[in-house]
T-cell receptor
Framework: SQKIEQNSEALNIQEGKTATLTCNYT??????LQWYRQDPGRGPVFLLL?????KEKRKERLKVTFDTTLKQSLFHITASQPADSATYLC???????????FGPGTRLSVLP | DGGITQSPKYLFRKEGQNVTLSCEQN?????MYWYRQDPGQGLRLIYY???????QKGDIAEGYSVSREKKESFPLTVTSAQKNPTAFYLC?????????????FGDGTRLSIL
């Protein structure tokens, strides 16, 4: 069956460290993968998009990798700050009648 | 300032009642979407529209209906046929219904049953 999983429901890290979030998928062949940030009671906000032929994408302190062999994307936040605390969602495209399918999200807490 | 406005922020439904959630965008986007978010689950697509006067069912369309009479508006009706409507509902739009376009989201409507 098709599945999209994010490494853990919650992740706690110390301020200044690098946070690494994982998105794994099964029985999809996405051409694109996106990452969003969602704060409590708010809608998701788009962060980054990576294509299947791109290994890595960067934006300021954010870095995304996409490994179609491992069927995995990693999302890194370097020099993390308490303001980075939020839920992070991955989303990938699918040919099965949907535009996107979203993972359940990982709730990141950056501790001062 | 361009964006997506969802209203109301909180909504309560009585048994047997239909309720309508509003979604308006001033981004001039062609495509609009409705998602449902439940705790611990990803967003699930209810309906989407690529153009005015046209819309398609998503994965969980049963018990819901939509209309797209204007480009900027995409209201969602939760009918009495939807037996478990308590959830956080999110509306989104994108420049076009293309998988390489980011989606812009509103801040949601939280629906509860009285």
């Amino acid at each position: 069956s098709q599945k999209i999983e994010q490494n853990s429901e919650a992740l706690n890290i110390q301020e200044g460290k690098t946070a690494t979030l994982t998105c794994n998928y099964t029985n999809y062949s996405p051409a694109y993968l996106q990452w969003y940030r969602q704060d409590p009671g708010r809608g998701p906000v788009f962060l980054l998009l990576i294509r299947e032929n791109e290994k890595e994408k960067r934006k300021e302190r954010l870095k995304v990798t996409f490994d179609t062999t491992l069927k995995q994307s990693l999302f890194h936040i370097t020099a993390s700050q308490p303001a980075d605390s939020a839920t992070y969602l991955c989303a990938l495209d699918t040919i099965y009648g949907q535009n996107f399918v979203f993972g359940p999200g990982t709730r990141l807490s950056v501790l001062p | 300032d361009g964006g997506i406005t969802q209203s109301p922020k909180y909504l309560f439904r009585k048994e047997g009642q239909n309720v309508t959630l509003s979604c308006e965008q001033n981004l001039n986007h062609d495509a609009m979407y409705w998602y449902r978010q439940d705790p611990g689950q990803g967003l699930r697509l209810i309906y989407y529209s690529q153009i005015v006067n046209d819309f398609q069912k998503g994965d969980i369309a049963e018990g819901y209906s939509v209309s797209r009479e204007k480009k900027e508006s995409f209201p969602l009706t939760v009918t009495s046929a939807q037996k478990n409507p308590t959830a956080f509902y999110l509306c989104a739009s994108s420049i076009q219904d293309s998988i390489n376009q980011p989606q812009h989201f509103g801040d949601g409507t939280r629906l509860s049953i009285l």
